[in-house]
Structure formats: structure tokens, C-alpha cells
């Protein structure tokens, strides 16, 4: 089965499952979803993951959300480094919420901006130099400077 296109080369694995219940100290534990996988390649490797996934879910949801861990971890790293994701300083749920929602929308910038430039992350076409900012202000104040109460009374009528 294909998962995924890989840095070298297709990802293809063969998989199955099986429903098991494991057993500790006399105690028995809920049923669970066994997925066992083998890489298909010159010298393949199996692993094995317990999944808490119902019956309705396929073999092939269970493989490709598996192979997407690393890149999830990759998100965050990258959400570390570029926009602060891990530089929260709050004392509520709320705040919390607030600061990973707002990261990751820029996070999200991030990575549109960058496709749309080409993918490059460290040239010069990637970064917004004084000349951008100062046209970007230009246009944007060109019609006059905003009365902010009038907007505000038509927004309030």
C-alpha cells in the first residue's frame, strides 16, 4: 500500500490488523486495534502501534494517519522557531487558546507566503523590505487619513 510520497522516495508499506486485549497483573484491558506494519524495501522494518480506532475506520485511514506524525511534529518545530508557539506566558485556558490559535493562523501566513514565493525561505524576495512597507502605507492611507468616529456612529446605526 502507498502512504505517502517520502524524501527518498515512496512511502510503501504493507499492513495489517487485528482486535487484541492485553493482559497485566490479572487485570484485563479494553479492547483495542493492533496495526502491525512492515516497510516494503531491501532490508524492511516492522513496527506496531495500538490504536483506540472503531471498526468503521479502514486499514488505509489507520496507515496514513500514523505516517503523519513526524510531519505534525514538524509543524511544531517549525511553529517554535518562526512564530513563537512555545513562548506562551498565560494563566488561563483562555489565554492559552488564544495564543496557539493566533501562532498557528501565522504559522499558516507563513506557509502560504512561502508558496506563493517559490518555497524559499532565506532570500530576499521572502522578506518585506522598508520600500514594501512604505508603498503598502501609501495606498493604504492615500484616500486620507480614516475618521475613526464616523466609521464608528455608521457601525453603531
Keep these: 500500500m502507498l502512504v505517502?510520497?517520502?524524501e527518498k522516495g515512496p512511502l510503501e508499506?504493507?499492513?495489517?490488523t487485528v482486535r487484541v486485549q492485553a493482559k497485566w497483573e490479572g487485570r484485563v484491558?479494553?479492547?483495542e486495534l493492533l496495526l502491525i506494519e512492515r516497510t516494503v524495501e531491501e532490508e524492511p522494518e516492522?513496527?506496531?502501534h495500538l490504536s483506540n480506532a472503531g471498526s468503521a475506520v479502514t486499514l488505509e485511514e489507520l496507515v496514513r494517519g500514523r505516517s503523519e506524525r513526524h510531519r505534525v511534529e514538524e509543524v511544531f518545530r517549525e511553529g517554535n522557531g518562526e512564530v513563537g508557539l512555545d513562548h506562551y506566558e498565560v494563566r488561563s485556558w483562555v489565554g492559552w487558546l488564544h495564543h496557539m490559535t493566533l501562532s498557528l493562523l501565522a504559522l499558516w501566513f507563513l506557509a502560504l507566503e512561502?508558496?506563493?514565493?517559490?518555497g524559499?525561505?532565506?532570500t530576499a524576495e521572502c522578506v518585506a523590505t522598508p520600500r514594501d512597507i512604505h508603498s503598502a502605507t501609501a495606498s493604504a492611507t492615500?484616500?486620507?487619513?480614516a475618521d475613526r468616529r464616523r466609521d464608528q456612529s455608521r457601525a453603531e446605526a
Design 4 to 6: 505517502r510520497a517520502g
Design 120 to 122: 524559499r525561505k532565506d
Design 142 to 145: 492615500a484616500h486620507g487619513p
Design 13 to 16: 508499506v504493507e499492513a495489517m
Design 114 to 118: 512561502r508558496g506563493r514565493v517559490g
Design 29 to 31: 484491558g479494553p479492547e
Design 46 to 48: 516492522a513496527s506496531f
